[in-house]
């Protein structure tokens, strides 16, 4: 009561399953895939809870000629009375280092709209001025970049998915404000033996008024057609993983969450799903890519 101060908690929206598709944050992971991809992702956060985060998007994949690559798609994410709907678009380049390590750095283009619904909360005072009002930023346009290294062992990369932040208001009150979030990502692939194939990875996401997080995933693959394996995200959940190759061209993933943090106290899941189809490119890749760019 002393002192008052704002706090901008998750924000771009949080996925399990980042490992299997890296170009959702960073653009640099565009057309790095060994096939291209189209697929479908949804989250379910913190079940049970009202307002809790629901993310919803088609994405897409691909090489382009000339180590190029493209991926795009349609995010819609939306948290309490908070509702972000973003269409964005990744162009990536790559180049042959040498021998072992190729490099490849991505631009990220996209609109968004947010709206805040403050008049669908319900309040304990009616008619309470604060909560008379919804707000939208309407369509705005941002920004982002992203570099990423990697050889047939090893991978790292870095991102700044949105390079400008944007605040929501009244002109007077900043009601919602979208600050940038910066990630950095790592991790090796190790061939256990003929059937098994082990990829540890590990991602660090900072952005203002908020502890940096991490997360840790331990995958097992075998014979390129089962992916399972833990993952812990720190001070915050613990899960599973676990990924199906149906046929050739499908491909279906799912992940359960457990919180670690007082929430558990009122919800113990959070549960997401995936679909992607697959296909084979028909340019001649001059580069080639590791398995683990799924």
């Known amino acids: 009561m002393l002192g008052a101060f704002q706090l901008y908690a998750q924000q771009d929206p949080m996925y399990g399953q980042y490992i299997f ?14 096939v ?3 697929g ?22 691909a090489k382009l000629p000339k ?14 009375p908070v509702k972000d709907l973003t269409f964005q678009a990744d162009l990536s380049a790559r180049v042959q280092l040498n021998d072992k390590w190729t490099f490849s750095g991505g631009i990220r283009t996209m609109a968004s ?16 001025p604060n909560f008379n009002t919804n707000f939208t930023s309407g369509t705005y346009f941002n920004m982002g970049a992203g570099v990423l290294f990697y050889s047939d062992k090893f991978f790292v990369g870095a991102s700044l998915p949105r390079l400008f932040s944007k605040e929501i208001g009244d ?25 098994f194939t082990f990829t540890p990875s590990i991602l660090f996401k900072s952005v203002a008024d908020a ?3 991490y997360d840790l995933n331990f995958i097992f693959d075998y014979k390129d057609i089962i992916d399972a394996g833990p993952m812990i995200r720190a001070r915050d959940a ?36 995936s679909l992607r189809f697959l296909w084979q490119t028909k340019i001649k890749a001059r580069i080639k890519s590791p398995r683990y760019f799924l």
Not at 23 to 31: D, E, F, L, T
Not at 43 to 50: M, P, V
Not at 252 to 259: I, K, L, N, R, T
């Open 21 to 34: 598709n890296n170009a959702i944050i960073n653009p640099a992971q565009a057309g790095v895939n060994e």
């Open 36 to 38: 291209n991809q189209v």
């Open 211 to 213: 502890p940096v997080q």
């Open 238 to 273: 613990i899960g599973f993983l676990v990924g199906y190759k149906i046929s050739s061209k499908i491909y279906a993933g799912y992940m359960y969450e457990y919180p670690l943090n007082d929430l558990h106290l009122v919800t113990k899941q959070t549960h997401e799903l």
């Open 67 to 80: 180590n190029l690559g493209f991926a795009g798609g349609i995010y819609s994410d939306r948290v309490g």
């Open 40 to 61: 479908i992702l949804s989250r379910a956060q913190w079940l049970g809870i009202d307002g809790a985060p629901v993310t919803n998007s088609i994405f897409i994949n």
């Open 113 to 128: 709209n947010l709206s805040v619904n403050l008049t669908n909360l319900q309040t304990n005072q009616t008619g309470d």
């Open 171 to 195: 002109g007077k009150t900043v009601i919602s404000k979208y600050q940038n979030h910066i990630y950095l990502y790592g991790g090796a692939n190790i061939k256990l033996n003929e059937d």
